[in-house]
């Protein structure tokens, strides 16, 4: 089992920034993949960044690509979200979410089914 825990949402102005963070917890480390998805008001809950955690790169929604960036610290189990020039579209409820490790990973990896565990969800409002 594993347990996730993201924070840092918060209200920020267009044109700011904020990093969220995603803590994990029960299971053995490295291994399998985290991503970040959002669901903004009235949509579905939609891919935005994923990494798998032996990996050196992180993949984007186009929608983030060059504002957003992943990171990560094996170390202390924690994967990050730095989300520079924010937009008001980006408002939304963040969650973060863990996946074991799965050969299907580079074709299945933007989907939400692909992933097992789920953390409760940040709030993030980008004021206009």
């Known amino acids: 089992e594993c347990s996730c825990r993201a924070s840092g949402g918060g209200l920020v102005q267009a044109g700011g920034s904020l990093r969220l963070s995603c803590a994990v917890s029960?299971?053995?480390?490295?291994?399998?993949?985290m991503a970040w998805f959002r669901q903004r008001p009235g949509k579905e809950r939609e891919f935005v960044t994923g990494?798998?955690?032996?990996?050196?790169?992180?993949y984007y929604a186009d929608t983030v690509k060059g504002r957003f960036t992943i990171s990560k610290d094996n170390a202390q189990k924690t994967v990050y979200l730095q989300m520079n020039s924010l937009k008001p579209e980006d408002t939304a409820v963040y969650y973060c979410?863990?996946?074991?490790?799965?050969?299907?990973?580079?074709?299945?990896?933007?989907?939400?089914?692909?992933?097992?565990?789920w953390g409760q969800g940040t709030l993030v409002t980008v004021s206009s």
């Open positions: 979410a863990s996946a074991l490790p799965k050969t299907t990973y580079y074709r299945d990896y933007e989907n939400v089914s692909f992933y097992k565990y």
């Open positions: 029960g299971r053995t480390f490295p291994s399998g993949s």
């Open positions: 990494l798998i955690w032996t990996g050196a790169n992180g």
